[in-house]
């Protein structure tokens, strides 16, 4: 794992992960202390997944920045190359978040801070901050905390204010 984690495009302090993992290790960037737990498949050809710190991903989690280009008449899917704008975007998962066993995040998702992503989850769709997550697609079940301890909990933690 030491040895392997230079690969990643960035990474911070107190990264664990299985180095048999499938990651385009040079499109992703890692914050401190994250756990990505074994069967991952994180993979972004043509643009980056960036996790924050505290992060935390059951196992054989799947995060896919882009998508094929299926509109060429004429062509076999498979021989097609070339990207359409929109198939490839950003994954963003922000700090404090914890991805169940066995979800998917697609690309152009952003998971807010403090999110929970159920297990078995499909994520198509952005992520409030501080929002549960469940069932595919991904729909919000209910909120961790209330408004006011929103805010309690964020002052504990040092964060300036609530991201979007």
């Not at 074994?38 to 059951?58: C, D, E, N, Y």
């Amino acid at each position: 794992m030491l040895l392997v984690r230079e690969r990643f495009a960035a990474h911070g302090r107190n990264l664990i992960f299985d180095p048999r993992d499938s990651f385009s290790y040079e499109t992703i960037h890692i914050g401190d202390d994250v756990f990505i737990g074994p069967g991952a498949l994180f993979q972004a050809s043509a643009t980056t997944i960036t996790i924050g710190r505290k992060v935390m991903f059951g196992p054989r989690v799947t995060i896919l920045g882009g998508n094929h280009n299926t509109s060429v008449v004429g062509s076999f899917m498979f021989d097609v190359k070339e990207k359409r704008p929109r198939y490839d975007e950003p994954v963003t998962i922000e700090d404090d978040v914890w991805v169940g066993a066995g979800a998917y995040i697609l690309k152009g998702v952003t998971i807010g801070r403090g999110a929970i992503v159920g297990a078995g989850a499909v994520v198509t769709k952005s992520v409030p901050s501080y929002a549960i997550v469940v069932g595919n697609p991904a729909r919000v079940a209910r909120m961790r905390f209330a408004g006011d301890e929103i805010e309690r909990h964020e002052a504990l933690l040092g964060f300036s204010r609530p991201s979007a």
